[in-house]
């Protein structure tokens, strides 16, 4: 993957707060940046499914998921026993 550029302008006081939260994360300015747009992007994607999910509730017998429990509780048992990396 290609990293692309950014040029970002920021007012100073929001400048010296993100540099001493990167400092006190050990991480650069750059890396603390890329992980707020992802948990923006993440909540977003959250806040997306849930809308959704709330239209399938609409309809009892659509909401039904019961069906999906054992394939479920499959992945997350076979992932409880996998090695930690």
């Not at 300015?29 to 992802?38: A, D, S």
């Not at 849930?50 to 997350?76: K, P, R």
Request: no cysteine; proline share 5%.
């Amino acid at each position: 993957m290609t990293a692309k550029t950014l040029t970002l302008r920021l007012p100073p006081d929001l400048h010296k707060k993100a540099t001493a939260l990167a400092a006190q994360r050990a991480v650069s300015l750059n890396r603390l940046v890329q992980e707020g747009l992802e948990l923006l992007q993440q909540a977003h994607e959250q806040e997306r499914l849930y809308e959704e999910f709330g239209l399938i509730g609409g309809d009892e017998a659509e909401a039904d998921v019961s069906f999906a429990e054992a394939a479920q509780a499959e992945v997350v048992l076979s992932h409880d026993l996998m090695p930690p990396k």
